[in-house]
Structures are given as C-alpha cells and as structure tokens.
C-alpha cells in the first residue's frame, strides 16, 4: 500500500514539472507566462459609471445552493427597477472545474455573456493573465480596509486588484454531539471515532475541493505543493504521503464510506443530512442547511479543522469575488451590482441568512450575525489564518494533478 502511494504521489510531481514548464496540460488554454502585457494594458474600471447605470447585467455563477442569489437578485431589481437597471441569474454547474469551463469558454469567444462572474479564488492569476478582466483598483481602494486582507489577497495579481470579494470561506469539521463527546482534536482521531460511529463524510470526487481537502490534511502534516519561488514542485515528501495515506485508509476501514470518492459538497451534505454520518468536513454554507433539517437541528455542532497528530494545524481559504469581464458591454451596471453586493447591508444578510461567511469585516459585529452564527468569532479567526492555494496562472493543471492522483488513492 505504502509503495502505491509513493507512486501516485510521484506521478503528481511529474505533471507539477511539466505544467511549471509551460505545457498547458491539455486543461485549457492557460497562457502559461506571467501574462505581463496583458496585465499592463488592462482596462481599469470607472468608479464614476455606475451612477444611474441602465440595462440588464447577466451575472454567471455557480449552483445557488442555498438561495442566496435569487434572494439579492430580488432586491436589487427592487431597488433599481425605477433606475431602469435589473440583473439576470445564470447558474453553471455546482463543480468548480465546470464553472471555469463554462466561463473560459465564454471568454475565449470574447461573448459578453457574463458581465459579472462569480470567480473562484484560484483563477485570479489565470484570468488577469488571459487579459480577460476589468482591472478594479480604484474600487477597492476607496474601502480597502473594510475588508479582511487575505480576502482582498486572492483578488490580488500583480499589484492589481481583479475583483470585489463576494464571499469568503474556511471549512469547519462538523460533528453530532448526540455521538461524540466532544470534536476529535487531530485528523487520526477524527477517522478512528468515524470508524465506531457512523463514518465522516468529505468531498473525494476528482474536482478541486479535494484538493482543499487533501491540502489541510498534507499542510497540517507540514507538506507543500510548490518551492518557495514557486518554480518547483515539491509535492513527493513523507508528509503528503502520510496524509495521502491517511485519508485512503479512512475509506479502506470504513471510517468513511466508499462513495466518498464520488462526492462534491452537495453530496457529502446530502449524506450528513441523512443523519447517519458522525462528522462532515464542509464550508460554512452547510452551517445554515443543517440547522433547517429537523434530523440534525439541535443535535451538532462545528469546530475549527482538527492538527495533524504530531505536527500542525491548517485551513484552506476559499471563496469567491466577483469579477468584470473585459466583454461587458455595460461595466458601468456591472460594477453597480458588484457595489450592491459589497455594501453591509447585503453581507449581513449574506452570513445571518445564508450562513456565508462576509469578507467585510463589520460583518462580523453585526447582532444578528451573532445570533445565528454563535462560532462567529472563531470562523473569522479561520478565515485571517487560512492558507491559500498556491498562486499561479496554471493552477487549474496543479490542482488537477492532485485531486487526479488522490482520488485515484481513495
Ligand atoms: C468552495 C470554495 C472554493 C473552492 C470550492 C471547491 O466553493 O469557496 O474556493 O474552490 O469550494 O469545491
């Protein structure tokens, strides 16, 4: 078993090597420079255009899973509607990896049929390179210090700031308290107590949250995924193997089941909401929908990602900001419905209703946030502390090569 997963891991480091080198992977058509000149002559955004803006904006997301885009998507067509301005929802598909197919794909036939994307955290690099995005600095930098940093950090390439955070995120280990004591403090004691008591469930499938799920077990196991300069790969080392290991014998014993390897969030929070499993690893957003299922209400709670027996503790940052594209015909209404989903008002309502966590960091004090996120404090504390995925044009090829290779192991 040990030498299968020196393997694997191996053949990680191998296609890390050949997407540094500039081979695109066959993920896309990542333009595997830093994008430099696209980067200089990007168009920057008219803070002044979004007064009195007019027309419809088409706003591309993922799966509104828990209905938070139809619910701000209401208002803001309320408020604008005398403005004549509205905004259009399109959903993509719940997968991360099929949204950025859904948006490149658009973008490669300079369609402005996005105005606004919902872009994951790990595309900035990819999309600022591609020269594909308004340049939204002078945005940010009137309310900079409204928001938590690493938030406005994964917007952030090359000095330029591509996008307004939407939504922030760090993962919680969610846990019945009607079949654990108390939240297992490291990873090992979260599968063995999994074994005796129901399994825990995560997201497996061949898709990027396993690679979020992979990367906080093998961070807190002391691992990495790239050298300092980010120029090699550094993927095979003990510790990734050992969280490898870790987390593909928790499905061999049974402490989680086998169609793990199958599920993305919505599946694993599916499963969590049978009532069967003893612990799920999810975001935030399952927080709320858990409390709305009478099977689990009252009967877990969360807690921050348990250490790596023996080393440390980590936390994956996600999320999303929105972002311009270069094709909109309308960036001065696109930038409207940007503004109206930074404001509190709407952040509030983002993290109280949806459970989301705001990157705004008023959010935070706000009472209603309190009442129905009592973890709060503790989730922003998460949230300044997580790590980001590595930063790279290719990551979308990096990422591949992980979640390829671990799912493979599970
Ligand atoms: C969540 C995170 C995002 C991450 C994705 C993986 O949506 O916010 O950053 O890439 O999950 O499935």
Redesign the pocket.
């Given at each position: 078993m040990m030498r299968r997963k020196w393997m694997a891991a191996g053949a990680a480091a191998a296609v890390l090597a050949v997407a540094g080198c500039g081979d695109d992977g066959g993920g896309g058509s990542t333009d595997t420079g830093g994008g430099g000149e696209a980067i200089e002559n990007a168009k920057q955004i008219d803070v002044g255009s979004m007064e009195g803006a007019k027309g419809e904006i088409t706003y591309c997301q993922g799966k509104d899973t828990t209905g938070e885009t139809k619910a701000w998507g209401k208002q803001f067509n309320e408020k604008y509607k005398s403005q004549g301005l509205s905004v259009k929802l399109v959903e993509f598909p719940a997968?991360?990896d099929e949204q950025r197919t859904q948006f490149v794909q658009r973008q490669e036939a300079k369609a402005g049929d996005c105005d606004v994307f919902r872009s994951?955290?790990?595309w900035t690099a990819e999309f600022a390179s591609q020269g594909w995005l308004y340049d939204l600095t002078p945005y940010i930098e009137e309310r900079r210090d409204e928001f938590i940093q690493p938030a406005i950090d994964t917007a952030t390439y090359e000095g330029k700031i591509w996008g307004v955070p939407h939504y922030t995120?760090a993962a919680l280990l969610y846990y019945r308290t009607d079949k654990i004591d108390a939240a297992p403090a490291t990873w090992q004691e979260v599968y063995q107590q999994a074994a005796d008591k129901g399994g825990i469930v995560f997201?497996g499938a061949a898709?990027?949250?396993l690679t979020?799920d992979w990367l906080e077990i093998a961070y807190a196991a002391g691992g990495t995924v790239l050298s300092e300069d980010g120029k090699k790969a550094t993927i095979d080392s003990p510790e990734n193997v050992a969280a490898t290991k870790l987390m593909a014998d928790a499905v061999k014993n049974g402490a989680a089941p086998k169609a793990v390897a199958t599920y993305?969030?919505p599946e694993s929070l599916t499963a969590w909401q049978t009532g069967k499993p003893a612990m799920m690893r999810n975001?935030p957003y399952a927080y709320g929908l858990s409390q709305d299922t009478p099977k689990l209400k009252g009967k877990f709670d969360v807690a921050p990602l348990p250490s790596f027996e023996g080393a440390g503790t980590a936390a994956i940052l996600?999320?999303?900001n929105n972002v311009i594209s270069v094709y909109s015909k309308n960036p001065g209404g696109a930038l409207a419905v940007v503004d109206f989903l930074a404001q509190q008002e709407w952040q509030t309502q983002l993290t109280a209703e949806f459970t989301q966590a705001s990157p705004l960091k008023g959010t935070y004090d706000q009472p209603e946030v309190k009442k129905a996120i009592p973890f709060s404090d503790d989730l922003l504390t998460a949230l300044e502390q997580a790590k980001p995925r590595p930063v790279s044009p290719v990551y979308p090829q990096i990422s591949q090569a992980i979640y390829k290779n671990v799912n493979e192991a599970l």
């Amino acid at each position: 078993m040990m030498r299968r997963k020196w393997m694997a891991a191996g053949a990680a480091a191998a296609v890390l090597a050949v997407a540094g080198c500039g081979d695109d992977g066959g993920g896309g058509s990542t333009d595997t420079g830093g994008g430099g000149e696209a980067i200089e002559n990007a168009k920057q955004i008219d803070v002044g255009s979004m007064e009195g803006a007019k027309g419809e904006i088409t706003y591309c997301q993922g799966k509104d899973t828990t209905g938070e885009t139809k619910a701000w998507g209401k208002q803001f067509n309320e408020k604008y509607k005398s403005q004549g301005l509205s905004v259009k929802l399109v959903e993509f598909p719940a997968s991360a990896d099929e949204q950025r197919t859904q948006f490149v794909q658009r973008q490669e036939a300079k369609a402005g049929d996005c105005d606004v994307f919902r872009s994951d955290v790990i595309w900035t690099a990819e999309f600022a390179s591609q020269g594909w995005l308004y340049d939204l600095t002078p945005y940010i930098e009137e309310r900079r210090d409204e928001f938590i940093q690493p938030a406005i950090d994964t917007a952030t390439y090359e000095g330029k700031i591509w996008g307004v955070p939407h939504y922030t995120n760090a993962a919680l280990l969610y846990y019945r308290t009607d079949k654990i004591d108390a939240a297992p403090a490291t990873w090992q004691e979260v599968y063995q107590q999994a074994a005796d008591k129901g399994g825990i469930v995560f997201q497996g499938a061949a898709y990027e949250g396993l690679t979020c799920d992979w990367l906080e077990i093998a961070y807190a196991a002391g691992g990495t995924v790239l050298s300092e300069d980010g120029k090699k790969a550094t993927i095979d080392s003990p510790e990734n193997v050992a969280a490898t290991k870790l987390m593909a014998d928790a499905v061999k014993n049974g402490a989680a089941p086998k169609a793990v390897a199958t599920y993305m969030e919505p599946e694993s929070l599916t499963a969590w909401q049978t009532g069967k499993p003893a612990m799920m690893r999810n975001w935030p957003y399952a927080y709320g929908l858990s409390q709305d299922t009478p099977k689990l209400k009252g009967k877990f709670d969360v807690a921050p990602l348990p250490s790596f027996e023996g080393a440390g503790t980590a936390a994956i940052l996600g999320g999303g900001n929105n972002v311009i594209s270069v094709y909109s015909k309308n960036p001065g209404g696109a930038l409207a419905v940007v503004d109206f989903l930074a404001q509190q008002e709407w952040q509030t309502q983002l993290t109280a209703e949806f459970t989301q966590a705001s990157p705004l960091k008023g959010t935070y004090d706000q009472p209603e946030v309190k009442k129905a996120i009592p973890f709060s404090d503790d989730l922003l504390t998460a949230l300044e502390q997580a790590k980001p995925r590595p930063v790279s044009p290719v990551y979308p090829q990096i990422s591949q090569a992980i979640y390829k290779n671990v799912n493979e192991a599970l």
